[in-house]
């Protein structure tokens, strides 16, 4: 059956083969393209929306014979995902952009024009798959184990799903290359973007003390007895489980075990103490019905990374995860991404980091929530 | 136009029988261009746009006279060409500053006569709005101008008053002023300097002097000719192009009003071209309405494309005090040649739609 599609375009060939799929399946395809930011704030070759990528996106638009537009998001992007990432560098919490655009822009702001304008469909170029299973919807990982972006879309429910499309993601990015290729997209061999797309060059450095000069002053570097140890160069370039660049030597390795914005002191110590034995989740949701308390789920913690077993204690807004196999690192801030299925590539839903608690420490925390 | 470009291959600038047939081409268009706007042929200057042409009034008009002043002063409602021209020139150590426009959407004299300076090298503000369709009083405001300083430079954009307004630059009393050949149903990329006999520019493009080394660059020789020819038939079809647009734009914005009651003009309907409708939605995005109305078959504006072809809100409508939230829902109308009562009525048909959708988007 013909639907009516909105396809969001980035001029990246991902979203290029997914608008050149859904046209071969005979939908009616439009292809938006959104600008994030204002022309001078942006990076100039990478990421997604420079006019560079609306020039690629409007060409393969035009070769596809679809329409293509270019909505202008900058404000609403500018007021919720860039000041989240200033406000989570300043706290000393790890953002993840990509999850808030997603979450804020795409399958939200995007979304309800793309309803507003009679679409059936929103289609991306993610590498995660959906489809109808057991009367409800299902998010699973991409085909490509290498490209699987199922991470970054926790936040979808059932109300958002129902209306998502991934065309790529069952795909391998060699297949996705092919197709472009066969159909002479000029994005066929543009390279992946990596990079934050509105830091300019991917310079973090420099974008820091322009616009997050919280996350920029130098300060003490210390260890866990309160002991210093060297001087860091603003909280902003750390990461809880971070080891490169600190430039202390203890004559181990030594990792960020955690980050006091408020007295802003870097706190390092020996990997030990990093493993984290429980981690309580804001902002939580869940693609389908909420799990059962105790239910067994993998989660994953970071983009591409590993999966730890978890129990999960579910609460009114937060849920406590309590690992069975800890993670080396939880960087708060970060999304935590719950997995479950046969193939444990089903998405449950996800949230993000508020606070962990190490390995072998009582949190007075925990059952306090749980009595909530 | 067909003639120069399948059998008449000379180039105006060659010495050869083929280049003189050009040149001759191109000459007599000269002319048509410069009867259409009042001037003498020798003070007509091709380029490749008004775009062109207002930055070489802007740029080289103010580097010509860089020593005698310091100073330009620019309506704040300019087309970008006009704009982002004299921004540069502040890079380049000049003092650049808005003359402010009323509410409805004209530039009041008493503006332009505080804007002007015995330092103002130039005071440019264009004849007809581009997005609200206002008409200016050039005359007066030229007046107003060398009252306050005799010697300043009166630049016009009116792009968008050839082929809509009568246009006489010498009663007008403008020193320089562009024009563009497909505002009038001319061929694309192709556009006139009016430059004042006596008054003297620095050419931005340097080269084989042509256009007297206002313009080097040869000639686009096809595009000038159509540019003639639109000129000339433009000109002697203004009152009655006028008089059939006023006609369907009050049908449409009759329609419109009936099913929208909440719809706001923007700018006054007094003094505007026929051709021009903006109006604001209350409670509506213009790029959602944009996309809904390009659905359903019907092209109009919101705004400003950026390079990337995203909307910003019009920079006009805030310069005529809109505020944000409204200049975001506005759309510009506008009819011309080929409009008919049809167009309008599928228009009138296909937004009470669409605004309802748009409506739905907070």
């Excluded at chain 1, 993840?96 to 997603?102: A, W």
């Excluded at chain 2, 500053?97 to 103002?120: K, N």
Aim: charged share 20%; net charge negative.
């Amino acid at each position: 059956m013909s639907k009516r599609a909105v396809v969001a375009m980035s001029g990246g060939v991902d979203s290029s083969v997914a608008a050149a799929l859904l046209v071969e399946a005979g939908h009616d395809v439009t292809g938006i393209m959104l600008k994030l930011w204002s022309d001078d704030g942006a990076n100039s070759n990478s990421g997604c929306c420079n006019v560079g990528a609306a020039d690629d996106a409007r060409r393969v638009a035009d070769v596809l014979d679809i329409p293509f537009y270019c909505l202008n998001m900058a404000e609403h992007f500018e007021r919720t995902v860039v000041r989240d990432f200033h406000a989570a560098y300043s706290e000393g919490r790890t953002p993840n952009p990509c999850v808030r655009c997603n979450q804020w822009v795409k399958f939200d702001a995007l979304l309800e024009r793309a309803r507003a304008l009679g679409a059936d469909i929103l289609a991306t170029g993610h590498y995660a798959r959906v489809d109808q299973y057991g009367g409800r919807w299902r998010l699973r990982r991409g085909v490509d184990p290498s490209k699987d972006q199922s991470y970054v879309l926790w936040m979808l429910t059932q109300d958002k799903l129902r209306q998502c499309a991934f065309p790529v993601g069952d795909l391998h990015k060699t297949e996705t290359r092919a197709i472009a290729e066969r159909l002479g997209l000029r994005t066929a061999a543009k390279p992946d973007s990596q990079e934050i797309c509105f830091v300019r060059d991917g310079d973090f450095g420099s974008y820091a003390r322009e616009h997050i000069p919280a996350a920029a002053r130098p300060g003490r570097i210390v260890d866990s007895t309160g002991r210093t140890l060297g001087t860091h160069e603003g909280i902003g370039r750390y990461t809880v489980g971070q080891r490169r660049g600190l430039g202390v030597s203890l004559g181990m390795p030594v990792f960020v075990t955690g980050i006091d914005a408020a007295e802003n002191i870097l706190r390092v110590g020996p990997k030990e103490e990093l493993r984290v034995g429980t981690a309580i989740l804001d902002e939580v949701s869940f693609t389908g019905a909420v799990p059962n308390a105790a239910e067994r789920v993998l989660v994953q913690c970071r983009a591409h990374g590993d999966v730890f077993a978890a129990r999960l204690r579910p609460d009114a807004h937060r849920l406590i995860l309590d690992f069975e196999e800890p993670p080396d690192a939880l960087a708060p801030g970060q999304s935590a991404v719950l997995f479950s299925g046969p193939a444990g590539d089903e998405v449950v839903g996800g949230g993000i980091v508020a606070s962990t608690i190490p390995v072998g420490v009582e949190g007075p925390l925990v059952p306090a929530l749980a009595d909530q | 136009m067909l003639d120069v470009l399948s059998d008449n291959h000379g180039n105006p600038s060659s010495v050869h029988s083929f280049g003189r047939k050009a040149r001759e081409a191109v000459e007599e268009a000269r002319e048509r261009v410069a009867g259409a706007v009042g001037a003498s042929p020798s003070e007509i200057f091709f380029t490749a746009g008004g775009t062109e042409a207002d930055n070489i009034a802007i740029k080289g008009a103010a580097s010509k006279r860089r020593g005698s002043g310091s100073h330009v002063a620019v309506s704040a409602f300019e087309h970008h060409a006009v704009l982002d021209a004299a921004s540069w020139l502040s890079k380049t150590g000049l003092e650049v500053t808005t003359i402010p426009v009323e509410a409805d959407g004209i530039v009041s004299l008493g503006a332009v006569t505080e804007a002007t300076r015995p330092s103002t090298i130039l005071v440019a503000v264009m004849a007809v709005n581009n997005e609200i369709g206002t008409i200016q009083p050039i005359r007066e405001i030229v007046v107003a101008a060398k009252g306050a300083s005799p010697d300043v430079l009166v630049h016009t954009d009116a792009v968008q008053a050839l082929g809509n307004i009568p246009v006489d630059v010498h009663r007008w009393g403008v020193d320089l002023a562009a024009f563009s050949a497909h505002k009038l149903g001319g061929p694309k990329g192709v556009g006139a300097l009016f430059v004042r006999s006596g008054v003297a520019v620095e050419a931005l493009v340097h080269g084989g002097g042509q256009e007297r080394g206002v313009r080097s660059g040869t000639l686009n020789v096809a595009g000038i000719v159509g540019f003639g020819v639109a000129a000339q038939l433009a000109e002697k079809e203004i009152d009655s192009k006028a008089e059939r647009l006023e006609g369907l734009r009050a049908h449409l914005l009759e329609g419109l009003r009936s099913e929208i009651p909440d719809i706001v003009v923007n700018g006054t309907m007094e003094r505007r071209v026929a051709g021009n409708l903006n109006v604001a939605i209350p409670g509506t995005d213009g790029e959602t309405l944009l996309l809904l109305l390009d659905q359903a078959g019907v092209a109009c504006s919101s705004g400003a494309a950026c390079a990337s072809g995203a909307l910003d809100p019009s920079h006009v409508l805030l310069a005529i005090g809109t505020p944000r939230e409204v200049a975001r829902g506005s759309l510009r109308f506008s009819l011309g040649r080929d409009s008919s009562a049809e167009d309008v009525d599928a228009v009138v048909k296909a937004l009470p739609e669409a605004v309802k959708r748009a409506r739905l988007v907070s």
